[in-house]
T-cell receptor
Framework: DAGITQSPRHKVTETGTPVTLRCHQT?????MYWYRQDPGHGLRLIHY???????DKGEVSDGYSVSRSKTEDFLLTLESATSSQTSVYFC???????????????FGPGTRLTVL | GNSVTQMEGPVTLSEEAFLTINCTYTATGYPSLFWYVQYPGEGLQLLLK?????DKGSNKGFEATYRKETTSFHLEKGSVQVSDSAVYFC??????????????FGKGTHLIIQP
């Protein structure tokens, strides 16, 4: 358990509204990630961060933005939510980045987002 | 780019049956391979991993061997229990294909064990 919390855990919102999900970690891990989980797709990477203010896109980044102003917090923002963004969102962390070594990622408990 | 293919479920077995969940991958270079498990309503937990060819990962009676010649990482367990009911994900990281730093997941296999 890498001390990862996500908030909120559940959210229902309407199409067109902005939504921000928060991931908080207490392990001082350098890398943080956002994934979405959908039936029939497994988990897909949205964005990741390799340090404060350093972020990059993943496989499904369209419609999402991220920010990391502190090591411990990684925010995922949906500027104008759409029904296709209804999903379960998982945050993950890694001490040094997956390409740097053989450690694994640690996952948070997830946020279930429903966009009506 | 990297990709992972695993058998989709649901897979339904009786308690004490032998389990195999197939996983094959596409990646250049030498990726690390993982199996994650997700119990109902929870996040993902690492089940086992292997970081080089012929390595065998094992945990809680589950095993998987990194087979580079067949690009496979099949999950096996000799005698499953009802408590093993969950969704299992095969995943990889690394390799030499560049791209984002993150795991590439299969679609997940829903395993149901009946008493």
């Amino acid at each position: 358990d890498a001390g990862i919390t996500q908030s909120p855990r559940h959210k229902v919102t309407e199409t067109g509204t902005p939504v921000t999900l928060r991931c908080h970690q207490t392990e001082n891990h350098r890398y943080m990630y956002w994934y979405r989980q959908d039936p029939g797709h497994g988990l897909r990477l949205i964005h990741y961060s390799y340090g404060v203010k350093d972020t990059d896109k993943g496989e499904v980044s369209d419609g999402y933005s991220v920010s990391r102003s502190k090591t411990e917090d990684f925010l995922l923002t949906l500027e104008s939510a759409t029904s296709s963004q209804t999903s379960v969102y998982f945050c993950a962390t890694h001490p040094r980045g997956l390409r740097a070594g053989t450690d694994t990622q640690y996952f948070g408990p997830g946020t279930r987002l429903t966009v009506l | 780019g990297n990709s992972v293919t695993q058998m989709e479920g649901p897979v339904t077995l009786s308690e004490e049956a032998f389990l195999t969940i197939n996983c094959t991958y596409t990646a250049t270079g030498y990726p690390s391979l993982f199996w994650y498990v997700q119990y109902p309503g929870e996040g993902l937990q690492l089940l086992l991993k292997a970081t080089k060819a012929d390595d065998k990962g094992s945990n809680k009676g589950f095993e998987a061997t990194y087979r580079k010649e067949t690009t496979s990482f099949h999950l096996e367990k000799g005698s499953v229990q009802v408590s093993d009911s969950a969704v299992y994900f095969c995943a990889l990281s690394g390799g030499s294909g560049g791209g984002a730093d993150g795991l590439t997941f299969g679609k997940g296999t829903h395993l149901i064990i009946q008493p």
